[in-house]
């Protein structure tokens, strides 16, 4: 049961780091885009 919950838990931890990594990775390939876009 323990190591069930520990590892569900760090399933949710990869889901939670996974979502903000991909979130931070958009919205800074969007910035780099629009900076690119300005300089050309």
Known sequence: MDS???YF???S???VI???GG???AT???ATL???QNII
Do not use: S
């Open 9 to 11: 838990q760090w399933l």
């Open 23 to 25: 979130i931070m990775f």
């Open 34 to 36: 629009i900076i690119l």
């Open 13 to 15: 931890y990869v889901v």
């Open 18 to 20: 996974c979502a903000f």
């Open 28 to 30: 800074f390939g969007e």
């Open 4 to 6: 069930g919950w520990r």
